[in-house]
């Protein structure tokens, strides 16, 4: 008897050591595992019924996409061509950005002319995702911070306005998920001199949407040089932007094989809708439209404020400058596309606030 105790005691330490080091993530899954549970019911869709929470692109483009993946195993048609989507279309450019998801298998073990449905199971899973890598980026970035509010900023992040104009193009809710990655890479090139993290999340951006992610790049690099500029001591300056080169060329090194054929198939198209809009009576359409505007609105208008805070309180420190200058050039294109968006006079930039997984990560 005497000997058995240690052991037990062991056990419960080693319990007590997962909680403290994934307690947070199981408690965030948990929350928005019940907040879709909720909205399923009320919305009568599965596991409720047979109806499917999401519309618009993905019944008219990704759904299709992954029934002709499951048709091609079949030996029904061919891999890069079908003729059961749009009359007739070049599947390569839907096809890679899917089969490089983790998310896919879920749809593909679901079966042939289900994919309408498991969109219902890979939504939360995506939207988990999305805030545990919120969670892991902040509690690296700032291990101090109260649980509290890393688990706040994390919903935050989560329920985003990108993630809530997104979803209906799942596979691009996926951006959400690598960026915090590719930012916490960032700061080890900055740390370390290391480049392969950053590298690598880079190259998943790409993987993840071709177009939104080598499009942001025009954004997201003349930042990285005024960063450096503002904050990066003076003799540190060219071997950091050295590091900076080398990880994007890394990066588009590893993104060739998707990123050579789908240079000259870039198309752009827009969609302005909620989350839960789609759930509920067609007659509600007129409330449904005011709650899209305002979620989409609301959701980024938290972080925003937040952060304003922030930098007036920092305002004399070089990371709060270099923020006031990164806050205006990620910020100004998006408060033109809310305001339009406001407004129904379209989305500025092009998907619904195209690059708001910027602005997200920023906030």
Not at 6 to 17: I, R, T
Not at 317 to 330: C, D, H, Q, W, Y
Request: glycine letters at 4%.
């Amino acid at each position: 008897m005497d000997k058995a105790k240690p052991v037990e005691k062991a056990n419960l330490g080693g319990f007590d050591k997962f909680l403290n080091k994934y307690g947070l993530y199981l408690i965030f899954a948990l929350v928005v595992a019940c907040i879709f549970f909720i909205a399923y019911e009320i919305g009568d869709v599965f596991p409720f019924s047979t109806a499917s929470i999401s519309t618009y692109d993905y019944y008219q483009q990704i759904a299709p996409f992954l029934e002709h993946v499951s048709n091609f195993f079949k030996g029904e048609t061919s891999l890069f061509f079908s003729r059961n989507v749009m009359g007739g279309a070049d599947m390569f450019q839907s096809l890679c950005f899917m089969m490089v998801s983790p998310f896919t298998i879920i749809f593909l073990l679901c079966g042939s002319q289900n994919a309408y449905i498991a969109i219902n199971i890979v939504l939360p899973l995506k939207v988990i995702a999305i805030g545990c890598s919120a969670i892991f980026y902040i509690t690296k970035r700032f291990p101090k911070l109260n649980p509290i509010a890393v688990f706040m900023v994390a919903i935050v992040y989560s329920l985003c306005g990108y993630a809530i104009s997104s979803n209906t193009y799942v596979i691009w809710m996926d951006l959400l998920i690598y960026f915090p990655l590719a930012m916490l890479g960032f700061k080890r090139l900055m740390d370390t001199g290391s480049v392969k993290m950053h590298a690598i999340f880079s190259a998943a951006l790409i993987y993840c949407s071709f177009s939104i992610a080598s499009f942001s790049y025009f954004i997201i690099y003349p930042i990285y040089v005024i960063y450096v500029l503002m904050v990066v001591e003076k003799d540190k300056r060219k071997q950091v932007l050295t590091n900076i080169i080398i990880s994007l060329v890394y990066a588009i090194i590893a993104a060739l094989p998707i990123l050579i054929p789908n240079l000259i198939s870039v198309t752009h198209s827009s969609r302005n809708t909620s989350l839960f809009a789609n759930l509920g009576n067609p007659a509600e359409r007129n409330l449904r439209n005011m709650y899209t505007k305002l979620t989409y609105i609301f959701t980024d208008s938290i972080p925003l404020v937040l952060g304003i805070f922030y930098l007036i309180r920092d305002r004399k420190s070089k990371m709060a400058k270099f923020l006031m200058v990164a806050g205006v050039i990620i910020m100004a294109p998006v408060v033109v596309d809310e305001c339009c968006f406001l407004l129904n006079m379209g989305s500025y930039n092009s998907y619904a606030l195209r690059f708001g997984f910027l602005n997200a990560f920023f906030a």
